[in-house]
């Protein structure tokens, strides 16, 4: 399974898009990559998903680049409910070996 | 809400002891993984469940052991616990072993070994 990396920590203004970077230059055809966030000690919140095209929904944008080897959440208008631990994480899409393998992720801090 | 819900949320528990966590997956789902998540780590995966059979494990010991029922809904045992295992425990649900795997996670249990 692929490795992602992500910066430790960064800081947002609220209101301001928020874009956290991830780099997978490992990543296998056949890897999607996911976003989860957790919030201080709940459980982990899927944010959205892609393979190979940007993908938008009502939480985030994901911007993935043409070779594959790194992504970008965007969160729009960021706001104080935004704080918490973005994951980025690469998985396989069929077979009995997808799992999720999960780093130490982004904290964002939404500043007022 | 992602519908996933486990039981009990806090569980406090001695040296040796056995214990059962349950959780039950999001409506539709069949599904189940669980993860241990240490204070201020990512969530590490122990193992997950998919037609009543664990079809795949994390590095985990033997004394982690789960179970799937029928109604899709499992269970995470883990006996003679240490120390080690206080963390907190996460349950995510999601459907079949194809196509996207996208989880949707309960609220986890937070057990605490003393």
């Known amino acids: 399974d692929a490795k992602t990396t992500q910066p430790p920590s960064m800081d947002c203004a609220e209101g301001r898009a928020a874009n956290l970077p991830c780099n997978h230059s490992?990543?296998?055809?056949?890897?999607?990559v996911y976003w989860y966030r957790q919030i201080h000690s709940q459980g982990p919140q899927y944010i959205i998903h892609?393979?190979?095209?940007?993908e938008t929904n009502e939480m985030a944008s994901l911007i993935i680049t043409e070779d594959r080897k790194s992504s970008t959440l965007i969160l729009p208008h960021a706001t104080l409910r935004d704080t918490a631990v973005y994951y980025c994480?690469?998985?396989?899409?069929?077979?009995?070996?997808?799992?999720?393998?999960w780093g130490l992720g982004t904290s964002l801090a939404v500043n007022p | 809400d992602a519908g996933v819900t486990q039981s009990p949320t806090h569980l406090i528990k001695t040296r040796g002891q056995q214990v059962t966590l349950r959780c039950s997956p999001k409506s539709g789902h069949d599904t189940v993984s669980w993860y241990q998540q240490a204070l201020g780590q990512g969530p590490q995966f122990i193992f997950q469940y998919y037609e009543e059979e664990e079809r795949q494990r994390g590095n985990f010991p033997d004394r982690f052991s789960g179970h799937q029922f029928p109604n899709y809904s499992s269970e995470l045992n883990v006996n003679a616990l240490l120390l080690g295992d206080s963390a907190l425990y996460l349950c995510?649900?999601?459907?079949?072993?194809?196509?996207?795997?996208?989880?949707?996670f309960g609220p986890g249990t937070r057990l605490t070994v003393l």
């Open positions: 994480i690469v998985s396989r899409n069929a077979g009995n070996n997808r799992k999720l393998i």
């Open positions: 995510a649900s999601s459907m079949g072993l194809a196509g996207p795997d996208t989880q949707y």
């Open positions: 490992t990543i296998s055809g056949n890897e999607y």
């Open positions: 892609g393979l190979k095209n940007n």
